[in-house]
């Protein structure tokens, strides 16, 4: 199996699954002890951009040529809505965090089912962790221009 098609067969699952993927963050950030500030948001604002991320990965894993953070834009706006909706920093970030492992879960199990070559899922795992890597770095960027960082309250 070529790379090309081993990216595109992982997109295509993540694509089929991002109903699954989407709900399995939403129980695990609602049952989270660490993030209280999703208490007070309905679903859809919790779901926020979250499909919109799975897709933008999805454009990730098959682009031919180097990824351009600046073009794709979901997680930022992520962050941006819920700095506006007075989510904490580290709330944010460990919710970014959990979508992160929810997407690795299903890529290593998608992997296993579909027999994609180990080298091709550390290709694609490496590409989507630069994803969250960058938005990271955006969000907490964003955050320190704007003031928009407070302590979640004990």
């Known amino acids: 199996m070529s790379a090309s098609s081993a990216l595109k067969i992982m997109c295509e699952g993540l694509r089929s699954n991002v109903d699954a993927i ?5 129980q695990r950030v609602k049952h989270s002890k660490r993030i209280e500030s999703d208490e007070r948001l309905t679903l859809s604002q919790l779901i926020d951009n979250i499909p919109e991320m799975i897709e933008e990965i999805c454009e990730l894993l098959t682009q031919d040529e180097g990824f351009d953070f600046e073009k794709l834009r979901a997680a930022s ?3 941006f809505m819920r700095s506006v909706e007075g989510y904490a920093l580290n709330e944010l970030l460990l919710e970014l965090e ?20 180990g080298h091709e899922a550390v290709r694609a795992l490496r590409q989507i ?25 004990e």
């Open 22 to 26: 989407t709900l399995s963050w939403v």
């Open 77 to 79: 706006k992520h962050g």
């Open 98 to 117: 959990i979508l992160r492992d929810c997407v690795f879960s299903f890529i290593a199990d998608y992997i296993a089912d579909k027999r994609i070559a």
């Open 129 to 153: 962790n630069r994803y969250f890597s960058d938005d990271v770095l955006f969000v907490v960027e964003y955050y320190l221009r704007h003031g928009g960082l407070r302590p979640r309250s």
